[in-house]
């Protein structure tokens, strides 16, 4: 950590660490990312890719980006509503679209996300991309139709105050818990079961220590990129505007390769366990939408008006796409 905090915001080097492993959705946008911009800047910049688990927590790779110690990371709105509420407007249920199609539009020209980036300047983080891992997807030791199953059920939760309250809501008891320590306490039945999207659950494998998986179509799990405000402004304007295109060219990429991953890992899961697969019928997942919905009085309360008009832009966009 000393050693990354004497790095320079005009580095040659810029360093990107991850939330997730090496062959994650989120190392795929890495390495095309580092592609591109060791391209587009004709070798003047290098950049170093830190898997989960080599620089900290999540939390800790948002403190060091703040600190300038590292440049680049992804901070997911599942730990970063403790500190910008207004970002915990991702982590709602029932909220975005069935079709992912109108929800890669709203991600990329909502002007809500021009309100969100407001919120992460004032915490020195510079917002670059938002981009969508896949559907939240539960995993339990017992299966889940009904909000009545989810009473008392230990899942483990990113420590969001917006989502504690959603599963409290849903009657579980929500149990934030580090994502390297997820398995053992699946396994030591700590937790009854967890939520990541499809990919994450078969490369931490947590389908090993569970009976169960539930395509509930909840929630996206959706992550942001961040630099800190001070490397970004310390830029000169031909790097901004190399940085700028790179993120926003590489929006249908990571679209594309996350359904790839998901998509792909899910018949690995199939193949590799017995593990039963249930997806809720549109009857069953109605029964949920009540309930879930009412996380989003939470997030107004703790989110302010800007998050209100945050959460009220992004619906407005939602139902535009939807009818077009």
């Not at 004497?6 to 062959?23: H, I, K, P, Y």
């Not at 992912?100 to 983080?125: F, R």
């Not at 009857?283 to 919905?293: H, L, M």
């Amino acid at each position: 950590m000393a050693a990354l905090a004497s790095a320079g915001v005009q580095a040659d080097t810029w360093r990107f660490a991850l939330e997730e492993v090496s062959g994650s959705v989120q190392d795929a946008y890495a390495q095309e990312f580092k592609k591109r911009i060791e391209e587009a800047s004709g070798g003047d910049i290098d950049v170093e890719i830190y898997p989960y688990g080599a620089l900290g927590t999540s939390s800790q790779l948002t403190e060091l980006v703040q600190s300038d110690a590292i440049q680049l990371t992804f901070a997911s709105p599942g730990h970063l509503a403790s500190v910008i509420p207004e970002s915990g407007v991702f982590t709602l249920h029932f909220l975005f679209s069935d079709d992912n199609a109108v929800n890669e539009e709203v991600l990329g020209n909502s002007k809500a996300i021009d309100m969100l980036s407001e919120a992460y300047t004032e915490q020195n983080l510079q917002l670059l991309g938002v981009i969508p891992e896949g559907w939240m997807v539960w995993t339990g030791n017992r299966d889940i139709k009904t909000p009545e199953d989810m009473e008392g059920f230990k899942i483990r939760t990113m420590t969001s105050p917006i989502l504690v309250e959603s599963y409290r809501g849903y009657g579980a008891n929500p149990t934030p818990m580090p994502y390297s320590e997820v398995y053992s306490g699946l396994q030591l039945g700590q937790i009854d079961g967890q939520v990541n999207p499809v990919f994450a659950i078969q490369e931490m494998s947590f389908y090993e220590v569970q009976d169960y998986m539930i395509q509930a179509k909840q929630a996206q799990f959706i992550t942001t990129l961040v630099a800190s405000s001070d490397f970004y402004s310390g830029l000169d304007d031909e790097q901004q505007q190399m940085l700028d295109k790179v993120t926003n060219e590489m929006r249908p990429y990571i679209f594309e390769k996350q359904e790839e991953y998901n998509a792909d890992r899910l018949e690995k899961i199939k193949e590799d366990s017995d593990i039963e697969i249930i997806t809720l019928t549109d009857e069953q997942r109605e029964a949920f939408r009540p309930v879930g919905e009412k996380g989003w009085e939470v997030y107004r309360e703790q989110s302010g008006e800007r998050g209100s008009k945050i959460l009220d832009t992004l619906q407005a966009d939602i139902k535009a796409a939807e009818g077009k």
